[in-house]
């Protein structure tokens, strides 16, 4: 089982494919990856059946979670509870986010 993770593997990795986000560990009690969302690239995700925390890296914009938009910058962190609409949007920038599920990345 890997127990070390680099991130730059993984941000290369949607750089290089037609994905805006890569899942680097799913198992069946946590599931961890990044995304990264370009100027004006949709945020494409659907509610999940696990609870779900972000982590910005970098970037600004904001995080809509049940109809609110939540300001999002460098450093912030954000709880979004499982089967909960939400999506990022208005980036000017590039925006890098880690996350993490409560549960398999499903």
């Not at 890997?2 to 599931?31: H, M, P």
């Not at 089967?83 to 000017?92: A, M, P, Q, R, S």
Request: proline fraction near 4%.
């Amino acid at each position: 089982m890997k127990l070390e993770y680099d991130l730059t593997t993984y941000l290369e990795k949607i750089k290089n494919g037609s994905s805006y986000f890569s899942t680097f560990i799913n198992k069946d009690g946590l599931a961890a990856g990044v995304l990264i969302l370009q100027p004006g690239e949709k945020d494409t995700q659907t509610p999940h059946d696990s609870d779900e925390v972000y982590y910005v890296i970098s970037g600004t914009g904001f995080l809509n979670i049940k109809d609110k938009d939540y300001p999002v910058s460098k450093n912030k962190l954000f709880f979004v509870a499982k089967n909960v609409e939400h999506f990022f949007h208005g980036n000017t920038n590039e925006l890098k986010v880690l996350y993490f599920f409560g549960g398999p990345d499903s």
